[in-house]
Nanobody, 124 residues
Framework: QAQLVESGGGLVQAGDSLKLSCAAS????????MAWFRQAPGKERELVAS????????YYGDFVKGRFAISRDNAKNTVDLQMNSLKPEDTAVYYC?????????????????WGQGTQVTVSS
């Protein structure tokens, strides 16, 4: 059974860096689009970044503005999100997701596998 498990969340100060990791297991993800979404309290879930596993091409939400980087490790079967210059508005639960059906998926409903989420809190 496919499983995505996030790790690396925590409490940091504004300007700090944090790296999230998503361990994928249970099925091949080599033809999937992987992504990180986030959901802040009272807000809709939004796409942070996505990556096509086969060629590592990436897409970022406008609010990232060069601060975050998504990458994959074929050997470990993980997808990471390096977050730099964190701001209080980055505070949210961050979810790892995979789409096995839509290449370059951008919308939440296009993703059919989800992790449980990891909390990121950025204090000012």
């Amino acid at each position: 059974q496919a499983q995505l498990v996030e790790s690396g969340g925590g409490l940091v100060q504004a300007g700090d860096s944090l790296k999230l990791s998503c361990a994928a297991s249970g099925r091949p993800f080599s033809r999937s689009t992987m992504a990180w979404f986030r959901q802040a309290p009272g807000k809709e879930r939004e796409l942070v970044a996505s990556l096509i596993w086969s060629d590592a091409s990436t897409y970022y939400g406008d609010f990232v503005k060069g601060r975050f980087a998504i990458s994959r490790d074929n050997a470990k079967n993980t997808v990471d999100l390096q977050m730099n210059s964190l701001k209080p508005e980055d505070t949210a639960v961050y979810y790892c997701a995979a789409s096995s059906t839509v290449i370059s998926a951008r919308r939440e409903y296009e993703y059919n596998y989800w992790g449980q989420g990891t909390q990121v809190t950025v204090s000012s």
